[in-house]
Every structure is written in C-alpha cells, then in structure tokens.
C-alpha cells in the first residue's frame, strides 16, 4: 500500500519507491526494537536508501540519482576506487546533501597469532599490550562531560519551573544540540583512532586482539534509573570502542578474542592467587609471592591468559613470567 501511495500521490520511480519502503521499514523495525520508544516513530533526518545502478550511478564528477536529480562530487576517499560501489545513503545535514557509499571490499585472509594484545578499558584510560608491551591511553570521558554540562548550563539558564523558553529559542535550541553533538564526536573520533592503533600493532606483530565482555557491565548501568551525565558517556564509551574494535579486528583481518572479565583486575596474572592487597594508589601486591603492579596492568595480564587459553596459544611468543615461591616475598 505504502509502496503505491508513493508511486501515485509522489510520482516517484518505481525502484526509487522501493528504496524508500525499505527505509521506512528499516526505521520501523528500529522503533520496535527499541526498549525506550515513545509512542510511535519520529524521523529526525531527512535520508534515504539507494540502490547502485537502479537507484544511482556515479559519472564525470557528478551523482545521479534515478528519477533527475543530480548532485555534483566535492570529494570523496580515493583510496577506496578499485571497489565497486554498494548501497548508498543520501542525508540532507547542515544545508548540504551527503551520499555515503558502501563498498565491496574483500575481507583479508585471517592467520594464526603468535600471541595476544589485551585490552582493558577503564573510565579514565585504556591499556592495552602483551606481557613486554604496555601502552596506556587517555580516555576522552572528561572531556566530552564538559561539553555536556556547558549543554546543561544552557538549559538551565532559559529555563524556569513552568516553561524550558530554551526549546523555543531557535539559536539557544541549535547551540545545546552542537554541544551534545560535540560531545557524541569526541567519543566517536577516540573510539575510531584508538582501536585502529591497537588493531594495527596487533597486525604489524602477529598477534590476535583480546578484550572483555562488558555487555553485562553496560546493561547493569544502563539499568540505573537516575544517570548522570557522567555515566551516560562511559556507558556510551565503552560501546563505541567495543564496536569499533570488533569492526577494525574484521577490516584488517585480524583474530579477534573475547573473555569473561570477572575477576581479571582481582587476580595474580603470574599464580592465579585472588589474595591481592592495596600497595598504594590503584596498585595491588600478590600477598602469596609478591608480584605487584598498577591494577589496570593485572588485568590486561589477566585478559591475555584467558585469552591465549581461548585461542589455544601456549603461552604466546612472550611467556607470561613464572612467579615462584619464595620466603622472602612472603609477607610476614
């Protein structure tokens, strides 16, 4: 029914119409899915799907897309021009028309690792490394909750107890959404270059990636009823890097592994001893043999032993040092 309206009341092509059906039905399936929906769909961006060949083509510099509309290139990445073209999305944003192209590109022949780089994500910063490898990176947290409370400080200042006066204020409205906007950039932009470095060092040596499943994690503080900003772009942050290490490890063609992370920051990585005392600030000492180390690295630790015992690695390239018994680590 939908797919006639469009043809009759719009005069739209019929492989055009189609594309819009399958755009709506997509967005549709969405809502449904979604725990939090309202009372029924909202489209909040003009877009639309296309169809290679039937529903656009690229030719001299210019986009066609079927039924005579005609968009002229400013750029694009030349990197990806040996891959032919896929489906294509059209998205009207800040007075522009963007096309994204999808490309068909082959995925790379996957190896054997000799070992494993292990990530493990906190709130302020990531570790990531084997058990000779230690590299840590900031997390943009901190930074992306300032734009939020500039956002906040916006709406509580064209606000008052009866009437938010900055929902109706066009260029107050437009600057708290370029704030969140902003905030929701600087996760994605970290997200991206940080799993890319991690998937490359993992490639350029040989190894495969490993990481915790915080899927449990996430839910257990999505689940919290009154969220501050705070929490919301660490639930935010640790899905965007989980999403996008997983879509790096595939691009690259590099082994990926995932492991239970109860437990990994609680555990002597060298003896399996959950005795673990406070040596000082976020460092823990094994009471048992005395190994001690910052409580980030004890879990990259843990995840690459789990993670090697996953994949079937014996102890990888570098072995993870034994710790032996001995007196005088013992404490007294």
Known sequence: MFYRELMEWFGLPSRIAVDCYRDVLANAKAWIRNPKRGRKPRVKKL??????????????????????????????????????????????????????????????????????????????????GDDRINKERDTKIGEAHRWKLLAESLQKKYSSPRYPAWRRRKAILNRIRSYHRKARNILEDWARKTSLEIVMMAKRLGYAVAREDLTGLINSLRRIKSKDHRTKLIIMGYARLERWIDWQVEKHG????????SGTSSECPKCGSKDLEEAGYRRLRCSRYGFEADRDVIGKLNIRKRALKTLGISGGSLTTPYCPSNDRYKPE
């Open 47 to 128: 877009s639309m799907l296309l169809h290679q060949g039937s529903g656009y083509r690229v030719k001299d510099g210019y986009v066609e897309i079927i039924g005579g509309i005609k968009l002229r290139i400013i750029g694009w990445d030349r990197r990806y021009d040996g891959y032919e073209n896929g489906e294509a999305g059209l998205v009207y944003r800040g007075g522009e028309m963007v096309l994204w192209i999808s490309k068909r590109i082959p995925k790379p022949k996957p190896y054997k690792p000799r070992d494993v780089i292990a990530v493990d994500i906190n709130e302020r910063k990531i570790v990531y």
């Open 254 to 261: 590099v082994p990926p592994a995932i492991v239970d992370p």
